[in-house]
């Protein structure tokens, strides 16, 4: 799924009756969260509502201009130097 749309970031959560191994492998294949049935409808949509937050602020960081990396302390120090 997520190969299928390299420009967006699409969550995915895992709906098992699981046990622990299935969890495990569920995350490791690339899940963002689970859920284990019987799924509660207020637990299902908190985690919806943090997926949206998470897909937010993925597409701001993608929308955002490139920033350049902070001063490094000797380029600081140089600075200070020149002073």
Do not use: F, M
């Given at each position: 799924m997520r190969?299928?749309?390299?420009?967006s970031w699409v969550p995915i959560i895992f709906?098992?009756?699981?046990?622990?191994?299935?969890?495990?492998?569920?995350?490791?294949a690339g899940g963002d969260d689970y859920l284990v049935k019987p799924v509660s409808p207020a637990v299902l949509s908190a985690k919806?509502?943090?997926?949206?937050?998470?897909?937010?602020?993925?597409?701001?960081?993608?929308d955002s201009p490139p920033s350049s990396p902070p001063p490094t302390s000797a380029s600081r120090r140089s600075r200070s130097r020149m002073r």
């Open positions: 190969a299928a749309t390299p420009e709906l098992s009756s699981a046990t622990r191994q299935d969890l495990e492998r569920a995350i490791e919806i509502a943090r997926c949206s937050a998470w897909t937010r602020c993925h597409q701001k960081l993608l």
